[in-house]
DNA sequence: ATCTTTTGTACGTTATCACGTACGAACGTA
DNA sequence: TACGTTCGTACGTGATAACGTACAAAAGAT
């Protein structure tokens, strides 16, 4: 385990993580505080909200937290500014569509990192299914899946068993087991499903 | 401007900010990672994460950022975090339906312990909605919600902002933060939400 | 104009962060 | 059982955060 540390080097945005010192100082001046005045406020002295406002400082989450609160905020607030709007809307002709035979999957969750739950509706043709007995899963451990009858009447297979489930149904289960939904009927399903990512890493 | 410090001898919590060890080590653990697995991920040393994992050491905001990063998340993330057998079925006459001013909703996921992704129907009569700007976020930190337009047209006001949405559009967002939707339209209008929760504090 | 106050930052000192090494305990394998 | 590996943490060292003091420049008051 070695850990190469260049000072200065590489990347300093990297090295410094999020941009904490514009933010305090657009957020001071928009309080029409002077550095004196947020020490107060704060009790981290002026020179060191000078040395994170120009970033020479990275400062412990400690004093951030202590200069986010002069400044009326959490510390979670304050890096949360200036993040982006984090509202994402995906349009009904927007939608991310995949197809295998018989099989539609339209993606209604966007694709974003640290995304906790995959949303996404899924069409079956008479005959079709989400997969067959045999397949691996294709959820991580610890995954759970929430799934909605929308249209129709849908199977579920999985532990061995089969249940039926009726137009409007609904059914929870553990994602990283061996599953999957067949279509026995005369005519097009329609399920939502939600799989909630798991924790665990290997 | 005198900040006395002494070690661990006055309120260690109000010197320490927000209790991100404990956070960090739950989620460590949850992933099934050691502390050199995710010295390795993060590029901060071992006997470091240990230090702030027991609450010996703030980590700074560069370092802190890293550690989030590791863990998958960004630091806000990491700071607004907060912490749920088998094949649960829900017939379709069997939800929990809960009424108020024009609002109908009706759970899908069933009230588990460890249940990560909550699932509803919203049905909003004309004129209803889900709330009203001046209430507190019922989500707890952390939490990120999709909704799916079903039926009709919706408007989601969250930061101040009005977004509109038409059938089949679905939209996702944190929805710890103060939120809710409003039926503005002549007609019904539902909407299916998937709230997946934070994490349980460790 | 001069004088005073306010402002942000340079500088030196101390405390603490962050590292690498090493240790003891726990666990796994033969 | 012995041996090897993994794990978390103690320890010492170097780097840097955080402070108080002082300075120069800007702003405000007379």
Chains 1, 2 share one sequence.
Request: no cysteine; proline share 5%.
């Amino acid at each position: 385990m070695t850990t190469t540390r260049t000072r200065g080097a590489a990347a300093p945005e990297e090295t410094n993580g999020p941009e904490v010192g514009a933010r305090v100082k657009a957020l001071r001046e928009a309080m029409d505080l002077s550095l004196r005045d947020l020490a107060e406020r704060s009790g981290v002295s002026a020179p060191m909200l000078s040395q994170v406002e120009r970033g020479e400082t990275s400062p412990t989450i400690a004093v951030a937290s202590r200069i986010a609160s002069g400044l009326d905020l959490s510390l979670s607030q304050l890096l949360r500014l200036d993040e982006g709007r984090h509202v994402v809307i995906t349009r009904s002709n927007q939608r991310r569509t995949r197809r295998r035979r018989g099989h539609v999957v339209e993606e209604l969750s966007p694709p974003l990192p640290g995304q906790r739950a995959d949303v996404s509706i899924h069409t079956l043709g008479a005959g079709a299914a989400t997969g067959d007995a045999d397949d691996p899963p294709v959820h991580e451990p610890g995954s759970r899946e929430t799934a909605v009858v929308l249209e129709g009447a849908i199977d579920l297979f999985i532990d061995g068993e089969r249940h039926e489930l009726a137009d409007g149904d609904s059914v929870t289960f553990d994602a990283d087991l061996p599953h999957h939904f067949e279509n026995n009927g005369k005519s097009d399903t329609r399920l939502f499903a939600v799989v909630a990512a798991g924790l665990r890493r290997g």
